[in-house]
Every structure is written in C-alpha cells, then in structure tokens.
C-alpha cells in the first residue's frame, strides 16, 4: 500500500476574479500546495496549476496515498525512577508507558549524559492522504496574497470572490470536505454560457479535456494566453487585406485579457479614419487601456482603423457582436478628439497659472512650486550633463502643464506624452519637447532612461525635488507603503546616472534638492542620500558591476567602498570594479587580513599619532625600512592614479607591496615598549592604510 499513488484535483469555482491577480492567485495557490505537501512527506510526480476567469485549480499527479511510516523515539523519565522501594514499577514508569500504548516492559533503558533514561522506540503509521488533503486546500487558499477579502450570503466565508463550487477528487473518489460554507463534491461548471450545466469530473488526470470538449473553457492559462496571441495575430494580418499588417502587442493587455475570457474569440473591428489623426498614443490609450483592444498597424508601423478584440463566446451573430465593440469604441475617441482641439486652441504654457490651484502636496506647495523649484535643480544640474540651462528651465517650466490640460484629465496615462505634442506643436525647442516626455522615465524596472540630456537634467530635478520634499515632511516609505514613488524615483536617478555615465556628486545635489523645500525646520539631506544609497547598495547586489562573474558585488565589498567617501554613484562603481579585480589576485588575501591588523591596532592605540609623520632616523629593523622605502616608492604613483580615479592601477601598485607588508608583520614588534618605536611604527601603518582607503576599507571585507 505505500508505494500506491492516486493524482488529485483541487478546483475551486467562483465569480470572476480580479483579472490583473488571477495569475498571481494561480501561481501562489500552486506554490502553497506544493509547499503543504512537502511539509507532511508526500511525494508526487509533478503538478500543475490552472485558472480562468472563474476558477483556481491545481491537478496532482501520481500523489502518495497515504503518510510514510515514521520512527517514534520519545525519552521518559530517568531509570532511577522507573521503579519504587519494592522494585515495582513507578507511577511515572506506567504513565510514560501508557501515553504511547505499550506496557513498561517495552520501554528502552539509554544512557544520556551522566544517568540513564527511558525510551519509547516505535512507530507511527502515516495517515491517509485523503484524511489530510481538506486541511491542506485551507490552509493553502487561506495564504493566498488577497489585499481585501469579501463575503457573501449569511455566512461568515470569506474569499477574494464569492464561492459557488468546490471540488476534491482523489483518484477516482470525491472527498468529501465542506470549504468556504460550501460542500465539495465531482461537479465542476463550465463556461457560462455555451455550456452552463455542471460536469461531473470521473477523474483529475481527465479534468482538462472534460473542461474543453464539454465545458467550452480552456483551463490552462499559458495555453489560453497563447491561442488569443495566435488568434489576434492571425486576425490582424488577414483582416485589412494589405501585406505586413500586424497587431500592436502588449504583454500586460494579454495577460488581462487572458484572465478575461475561458473561450476566447478574436473578432476584428473598425472605428472612422478621421480618428488617425490623432497621436498614435491617444489611440493605442483609448483601444488598449480602455477597451481592451488590440491596435492593428501596417507594415510601415503606422495604425490602421482597425482593431482586435477577443470575446468569451463564440456567438451566433459576430456581426452584431463587431458592431457593438464599434458603437462603444467610437464616442472614446469622439471625445479624444475633442479634448485634442480644445488643448490646440491655447499655447501649452498658457495653463502654466493653473497649475497654481493644483496641489502637489499640502505642505510642499502646488504643482506651480514644484515646477520652479525643479526649475532652479535642473538649471544647475544641466551643465554636469551636457544641457543647456536655459532649454532645462524651460523644460521644467512647462513640465506640469499638460496635467491640467483636458486630454490627461481624461487619460492620465499620457502626462508628458502630451505636454510634447503640445510642445511641438507650439513650436518649442525639440529638445525641450522630448524632455517633457522624458521626465517621467524610467517609469518601471527596466523602462527605457531619458535619450536627451535636457530629459535627464529634468528627470534628475523632478525625482531629487520628490524625495527631498517628502523627506522633509516625515513621510519616508516604510516596508509596506511607498504612496509617493519613492523607491522608484531613487532607482530612476541611480540609472540615469549609472546608465548615463553622469558623475554628478549625489550628495551635494539631495543637500541642493533638500534647501530648496519650503518646509521649515530640520533639513534631512543626510536620511535622503543614506536612503538613496541603500538602493544602489540593492542595485549593484543585484546588476553587479559589469557582465559575468567578475562584477559580483558582496554587501561587504559595497561597505568597503562606501566607507572611502565616494563622491558619485559613478564613483562607487568605479571602485567596485576595481576592488573586484584586486581580490581576484594572489595578494589580495594576505594584504586583507593586514588591513584587518592595521585597523586594529590603529583603533586601540592611545598615542593619536595617526596624523603624524614617519621618522625615517628611528627606523631599525631592516623590515620596517623596507615597508618605508616601498611606501615612498609607489606612494606618489597610488596618489596620482588615485587622484585619476585609476583604481584598479592604485590597487595594483599596493598589491606590489605584499613582500614588505609580510615582512613587516613577521619581524617587527609594532606595540613596542619603546613609545618612540611604538609611534613611528604606527604612522608607518597609517601611512599604508591610507593609500589603500583611498579606494576602499579593506579591513570591512571578511577573511
């Protein structure tokens, strides 16, 4: 019997789930499962997860039946007390006995230390799966990550939708199991309407061909996300009859409308031509992020007035099916259009005086001050970029316009996009234009960084003016809640410079950004920049410094680094690169471990003679006039290759040094009796630790 197995399915049906989780609701359910099973020992043959619309569900394949036997061992009390004056057996003897269902006789005698004890040895069958699978399913849904919970009914259940069906099936038998206040049994439902009677499911293995012959519900995800890709590709290439049309394809508009639909049909529509003149972003906005459509281009990349929607039936009448995706598709961009010419009317800077009665936040002021504080950061910021300070000041003047402007209050998604047609179209400078774009980028990992430098002057002001003012009102993220895109908008000043190859001293500009806030009182440039730095610590955790191997970085080589004061995060990557090829030599373990020494000795020293000079007359062993002459030697060059930033070249030159840093520690007495000797021989070690600070704190790295 142990080595019997049985696959199992688990289905729970519900309304429709919240589309932009379902993935995540799958994924987390699968993981909760697997992770639920391994707890209690039950091995299996693999398992697969499943969601729609409609229901989550996870399919086991060749589950064990039932628990492996486990070995009991349970220690007693001691020897000595398992038998009273009489030599019969105790109370303490018979009760531990009995707890586990033998008679005293059975219990082991085993030395333990310096006494000897009483043993249960035994063993414990392992459960019916079946028993346990209930318990597992609940505790699996109930760690699922759902923000709000609902109710339903009179009942007291709770889940992300309501329950209307739950299904558990061991091999060929339903277990029974009551979830949710709902009774599970073999009855699934399939789509809603093509096949809307409950299926009774025979067999798990059998679940996702019973659901897509007699159900009309395609329960894998990746399979169904895959069909609407073939199926608006398909479409679009075919329906507007000229070579090269394909669809426009967004990776998150097709996970969501994946998670819409258990039966999907692509259907292919039109809306007026009159409509293409439109910017092309105003349209892909309204088709995608309002109406779920996919956007049809032609071979030169220009939109066609056609679009693709996917359906969740399969209709009789597709014609009328088309022709209401048309009639609702068509007063969105009726009224695009007409906020389009209602913003062309005016100059994009003749909303600048609006702005003042939009607040950005209560004690930081309006939009208007934002905009001039940014202003007077970008002016200054753009010649450390190669920007113009006039087209950066004018850039962040008009940056904020289009958010007062109809079209963004209707598609908040194209601030800036907008503020650059407008722009154009006014005939503001091109660079000021894109800028107005830019400022927003990078918007997500991985987006895109300003191309100009006038956008990445704005970038810079924008994100440095956000994370220096709410700072300053005490309102820093904490591990659950970031309202204002702090996180991101560190990330995004990292990269721009990283990325930008910007060496722009970090500090000075929060220290700029911070003074420039108008709340008064305490100034935390000093919290910013340490926040800030903790992103680019998790960056270069992450990126490393360079391709391969050879860029890793520890959280201690980012210590070392950080404790030399490096001026840029540009800086910092420099001489993580550097220190990274230093501990890849030889000498680097030998010259780590001497720092660590040097540290030391330097931190328990009384005399203060950090700061003093070497005495070349009181050097007497021929170990310590060696280190000195070495150090004189390849001091000037470290500190000219230093003053380069040539850190790797500064490394190398200390690495040289190894043979006389041995030397030294193997034959000179640094805390001597003599505190002439002591002092000199401890600004001899200054002397060396500070060329190899210069670069970074080796004594923080480990070894």
């Known amino acids: 019997m142990s080595g019997e197995r049985q696959d199992f399915l688990v289905e729970i049906g519900t309304e429709e789930l919240p589309p932009k989780a379902l993935r995540t609701l799958e994924l987390a359910l699968g993981e909760a499962l697997r992770a639920g099973l391994a707890e209690r020992g039950l091995a299996h043959r693999g398992l697969r997860t499943f969601a729609t619309p409609r229901r989550l569900a996870v399919s086991v394949r060749g589950l064990d039946v039932r628990e492996r036997d486990q070995a ?132 798990p293995a059998g679940y996702e061909r019973a659901l897509a012959t007699r159900g009309r519900v395609i329960a894998d995800f990746s399979a169904r996300r895959e069909r609407v890709r073939e199926q608006v590709l398909a479409l679009a290439a075919s329906v507007t009859g000229a070579p090269g049309a394909r669809a426009v394809f967004d990776e998150a508009l097709l996970e969501e409308v994946t998670a819409l639909v258990e039966w999907p049909v692509a259907l292919a529509g039109r809306f007026e031509e009159r409509f293409l003149s439109l910017p092309r972003e105003v349209l892909v906005s309204t088709l995608q992020e309002h109406q779920r459509y996919f956007p049809v281009e032609d071979a030169s990349g220009a939109l066609t007035p056609w679009f693709i929607t996917v359906c969740n039936i399969e209709s009789r009448e597709p014609d009328r099916v088309r022709a209401g995706n048309e009639r609702v598709v068509r007063p969105r961009l009726a009224d695009a259009a007409f906020f389009y010419e209602q913003d062309r009317r005016s100059p994009l800077a003749a909303l600048t005086p609006a702005l003042a009665n939009v607040t950005f936040q209560a004690r930081l002021g309006s939009l208007a001050d934002k905009s001039q504080r940014v202003a007077i950061l970008a002016a200054e910021i753009a010649p450390g970029l190669g920007a113009d300070p006039a087209l950066a000041t004018r850039a962040a003047e008009l940056s904020k316009c289009d958010l007062v402007s109809s079209m963004v209050g209707e598609f908040p998604d194209l601030q800036g996009i907008m503020g650059r047609y407008y722009a154009l179209a006014d005939g503001e400078p091109a660079e000021v234009a894109e800028a107005l774009r830019e400022q927003y980028l990078p918007r997500t990992a991985g987006d895109a960084l300003p191309a100009t430098a006038t956008g990445a002057a704005l970038a810079l002001a924008d994100k440095l003016d956000t994370l220096a003012g709410i700072f300053a009102i005490g309102q820093k993220p904490t591990g659950a809640k970031d309202p204002f895109g702090l996180r991101r908008a560190a990330i995004g000043v990292l990269r721009i410079l990283l990325e930008g190859g910007f060496d722009l001293d970090l500090r000075a500009l929060l220290v700029r950004a911070v003074a420039l806030q108008p709340v008064a009182g305490e100034r935390p440039a000093g919290e910013v920049y340490e926040y800030v730095l903790e992103r680019l610590r998790g960056w270069f955790l992450e990126h490393g410094t360079e391709a391969g191997a050879e860029g890793a970085v520890t959280t201690e080589m980012f210590d070392a680094v950080l404790a030399a004061d490096p001026g840029s995060p540009l800086d910092v990557r420099a001489r993580l690169q550097a220190l990274g090829k230093f501990l890849a030599l030889p000498q680097s373990a030998s010259l780590t471990a001497a720092n660590k020494r040097i540290a030391n000795l330097l931190r328990k020293s009384a005399e203060g003679i950090a700061l003093g000079a070497v005495n070349p007359s009181v050097l007497r062993e021929p170990a310590e006039i060696a280190l000195h002459a070495a150090l004189q030697g390849r001091g000037s060059v470290v500190r000219t290759a230093l003053a380069a930033r040539d850190y790797a070249q500064a490394l190398g030159e200390l690495a040289a040094l190894r043979p006389e840093v041995d030397g030294f520690f193997d034959a000179v007495m640094v805390v001597d009796p003599d505190p002439e000797l002591r002092a000199n021989r401890l600004a001899l070690l200054a002397q060396l630790r500070s060329l190899f600070t210069g670069v970074a704190d080796l004594s923080r790295l480990p070894g």
């Not at 531990?96 to 230390?113: C, D, H, I, M």
């Not at 399913?137 to 709000?148: D, E, F, N, Q, W």
């Not at 009179?154 to 061991?170: D, M, Q, S, T």
Request: glycine share 10%; no cysteine; aromatic share 10%.
């Open 72 to 203: 009991v061992v349970k220690r007693g009390p001691p020897a000595s007390a398992a038998r009273d004056a009489s030599g019969a057996w105790s109370r303490a003897a018979t009760a531990f006995a009995a707890s586990n269902g033998v008679a005293p006789e059975a219990l082991e005698r085993r030395a333990e230390g310096k006494g000897e004890f009483l043993y249960f040895v035994g063993t414990r069958s392992g459960a019916e799966t079946a028993s346990l699978l209930p318990a597992m399913v609940g505790t699996a849904l109930a760690s699922l990550p759902i923000p709000r919970m609902m109710r339903w009914g009179a009942g007291n259940a709770e889940f992300v939708r309501p329950v209307h069906w739950i299904v558990l099936l061991f091999g060929r038998e339903p277990i029974a199991a009551r979830l949710f206040d709902i009774d599970s049994g073999p009855f699934t439902r399939g789509h809603r309407f093509l096949a809307p009677r409950p299926l009774r499911l025979t067999s």
